[in-house]
């Protein structure tokens, strides 16, 4: 199958570009090379805004309510966490499980496992669409004591598949007039090949049929596994920007190493911004810098206004440092509209021109070598 080694830059300036004009994406292209970064230019680009599950600060996580939310609040991509049903259907879900955002137990008493979970897998789509979905009911998540989410037990939010959601993104695309991304993570891969199911070959059949086919399209795949991120790129020779997804700070080897299948690094908030001191000052660590030297992206997870990070005092300012500092690519917040905002206020009130960083610093991944222009050699999910 011959992929477009196409210019990612592309996709993300033209998603993020805030004054007339378009971008200019020279860049090279190989057919019969994997996707990767190809960076030019860029004056006008800004971080991107990723809708973290739809706008789930206002209304229950991936449900279609919150996609239209998102699209409304100007979000520049919008995620899509994946599980497959029993008869292998890609549903947007963020846990393999149904306990905590459904009333299964209610509609299904007598199918739940031993260990007291219902699963996903073990019901079919049709049985899926009979449930209602609801606003996390986990406790210990800091948000959800500051009294600022949808109540819970209310509405009548339903599941719905991947397809579904992306035949809604693009609809709105047209209807609105204005493009927003999809962001898609395959959720452990692994569990789901124990039960006979393979979450990353649907979710790729998925998004072909969409025209999600080549690194030219607004789209991200992600995934905590870095076995599988490999996989996508390798075996499946996935032609999609791919994200891997880290709580851990990589070393500088870590790094390089990554920049060889993958086209970005998804990092908590900590991992940039690593602590405030007691005068309100933040520590900065090298990570982007590190990650953009090897030519890979770096989004930051999870901006929540209504739970700020320990030590920080002001949403914006948490922005400041994340971006302006930073350096970071794109965040996901659960409030898009916050984020969005703040950076369109950011451009417009800089009279110096664009206070964010060029992403990359304009570097320039060559085709197929995993190597930049400048030389420089390319379980447990934790709630991101």
């Known amino acids: 199958m011959g992929t477009c080694r196409a210019r990612l830059c592309c996709v993300v300036a033209g998603l993020t570009l805030l004054s007339a004009g378009a971008a200019d994406c020279n860049g090279q292209a190989d057919d019969a090379a994997p996707a990767g970064v190809v960076l030019s230019d860029q004056v ?14 206002y209304v229950p996580e991936h449900t279609t309510e919150a996609t239209v939310l998102a699209h409304a609040m100007s979000a520049d991509y919008i995620e899509q966490d994946v599980v497959l049903s029993q008869d292998g259907i890609a549903v947007v879900l963020h846990d393999l499980t149904l306990n905590d955002v459904s009333d299964v137990a209610r509609v299904f008493p007598d199918r739940a496992r031993s260990d007291g979970r219902w699963y996903v ?26 009294g600022t989410r949808f109540p819970l037990e209310q509405g009548r939010f339903r599941i719905a598949t991947l397809e579904e959601h992306l035949r809604l993104i ?14 898609v993570e395959v959720k452990d891969p692994a569990r789901h090949r124990a039960a006979g199911l393979d979450s990353s070959v649907e979710i790729l059949k998925v998004l072909r049929a969409a025209g999600y086919d080549s690194a030219s399209a607004p789209v991200f795949v992600q995934c905590f596994d870095e076995a599988e991120v490999r996989r996508l790129r390798g075996e499946l020779k996935c032609p999609l920007p791919l994200i891997w997804l880290t709580a851990k700070m990589p070393d500088e080897a870590v790094v390089r190493e990554a920049a060889g299948f993958c086209d970005g690094l998804g990092v908590t908030l900590n991992l940039v911004v690593s602590s405030v001191s007691e005068k309100g000052e933040p520590t900065i660590t090298t990570l982007v810098e590190t990650a953009h030297r090897h030519g890979l992206q770096v989004h930051a ?17 948490l922005l400041e440092w994340l971006t302006v500092e930073g350096g970071v690519d794109g965040i996901f917040a659960d409030q898009p509209d916050v ?12 009279g ?4 964010f960083r060029l992403l990359n610093a304009g570097r320039r991944r060559l085709p197929g070598s995993g190597v930049s222009s400048s030389g420089s050699a390319s379980p447990d999910n934790p709630q991101k």
């Not at 006008?44 to 600060?57: L, M």
């Open 352 to 355: 110096r021109g664009n206070p």
């Open 339 to 350: 984020v969005a905002g703040w950076r369109n206020r950011r451009l417009a009130a800089d």
């Open 301 to 317: 997870w999870t901006f929540r206004s209504d739970a700020l990070p320990e030590g920080v005092q002001d949403a914006e300012l």
């Open 44 to 57: 006008t680009a800004a971080p991107i805004v990723i809708a973290h599950r739809g706008a789930s600060g």
């Open 170 to 183: 693009d609809g709105l695309n047209k209807s609105l007039g204005r493009t927003a991304g999809v962001y």
């Open 121 to 146: 897998m073990d019901l079919t789509l049709a049985e899926l669409r009979l449930l209602t979905l609801t606003e996390r009911r986990s406790e210990g998540r800091p948000w959800k004591q500051s």
